[in-house]
């Protein structure tokens, strides 16, 4: 057992109901953990620098970390998604070596297992079973990111913000769930545009009935209202 390893017990159990994890033989899960530290990352950690995730690799335990490009020429963010309990990150660099160029943010208080990179692999050869669900897993983060590429090219600003409600809506309880209570400037990277354009868009919304926001929390008040915004005529190529 690695003693260094706080709340050994506790990982162990939140690992097995991993999916990436969910068909390993027990020794093999426990193996995983003896070459595995854990890392708390206070809200508002930023990881700028990409050589420091060029050699470990990540599992979230709990928390939100948000995963993005910047491009300074047009000082604008790409946020590509917000993790959470279960994900992992460094998974192209654990494949192909190389360095990733995305930064990383934490949105509120995370709990991490961090492994070194060459143990992570050595380990992955004494258990090839991982592969698959590790490929299972980037088909996964490339759809996502094909659909949002898609949908910047295709819809217009108010459409895409109309489908990251209806994608973050528990129907039960009209409630927006994972985004919820992130700023404003955290909403607008995640449909690729600025502060401004999404506040303009989120008045025009409550204006009109759809929602409803109280202190940062989102209620959607008329859902077919809603999926009508998202059925708008995507926007016309440029002439």
């Given at each position: 057992?690695?003693?260094?390893?706080?709340?050994?017990?506790?990982?162990?159990?939140?690992?097995?109901?991993?999916?990436?994890f969910?068909?390993?033989?027990n020794?093999?899960?426990?193996?995983?953990?003896e070459?595995?530290?854990?890392?708390?990352?206070?809200?508002?950690?930023?990881?700028?620098?990409?050589?420091?995730?060029?050699?470990?690799?990540?599992?979230?335990?709990?928390?939100?970390?948000?995963e993005y490009?910047?491009?300074?020429?047009?000082?604008?963010?790409?946020?590509?998604?917000?993790?959470?309990?279960?994900d992992?990150?460094?998974?192209?660099?654990?494949m192909?070596?190389?360095?990733?160029?995305?930064?990383?943010?934490?949105l509120?208080?995370?709990?991490?297992?961090c492994?070194?990179?060459?143990?992570?692999?050595?380990?992955?050869?004494?258990?090839?079973k991982?592969?698959?669900?590790?490929?299972?897993?980037?088909?996964?983060?490339?759809?996502?990111?094909?659909?949002?590429?898609?949908?910047?090219?295709?819809?217009?600003?108010?459409?895409?913000?109309?489908?990251?409600?209806?994608?973050?809506?528990?129907?039960?309880?009209?409630?927006?769930?994972?985004?919820?209570?992130?700023?404003?400037?955290?909403l607008?990277?995640?449909?690729?545009?600025?502060?401004?354009?999404?506040?303009?868009?989120?008045?025009?919304?409550?204006?009109?009935?759809?929602?409803?926001i109280?202190?940062?929390?989102?209620?959607?008040?008329?859902l077919?209202?809603?999926?009508?915004k998202?059925?708008?005529?995507?926007?016309?190529?440029?002439?």
């Amino acid at each position: 057992m690695n003693n260094g390893l706080k709340q050994y017990g506790y990982y162990y159990e939140t690992l097995r109901e991993n999916s990436l994890f969910g068909d390993l033989h027990n020794d093999s899960l426990k193996s995983l953990l003896e070459i595995s530290n854990n890392q708390l990352w206070p809200k508002k950690t930023c990881v700028l620098d990409t050589d420091h995730t060029l050699h470990k690799f990540y599992i979230l335990i709990s928390g939100k970390i948000k995963e993005y490009n910047y491009e300074n020429g047009i000082n604008r963010e790409l946020i590509h998604s917000i993790l959470t309990k279960n994900d992992f990150f460094n998974v192209c660099t654990l494949m192909n070596g190389h360095a990733s160029r995305l930064y990383y943010e934490v949105l509120s208080s995370a709990e991490l297992i961090c492994i070194p990179m060459d143990q992570m692999r050595l380990w992955i050869k004494e258990n090839p079973k991982i592969i698959g669900p590790i490929m299972n897993y980037l088909v996964r983060k490339t759809e996502k990111l094909e659909d949002k590429v898609f949908d910047l090219c295709s819809m217009d600003t108010s459409t895409r913000l109309a489908k990251l409600l209806i994608e973050h809506l528990n129907k039960e309880t009209n409630k927006i769930e994972l985004i919820n209570g992130l700023t404003n400037n955290i909403l607008a990277g995640l449909i690729g545009t600025t502060r401004a354009v999404l506040n303009r868009h989120l008045q025009e919304f409550k204006e009109i009935g759809i929602l409803r926001i109280d202190g940062g929390n989102i209620e959607i008040i008329d859902l077919p209202l809603l999926l009508q915004k998202r059925q708008s005529i995507p926007k016309q190529p440029h002439s």
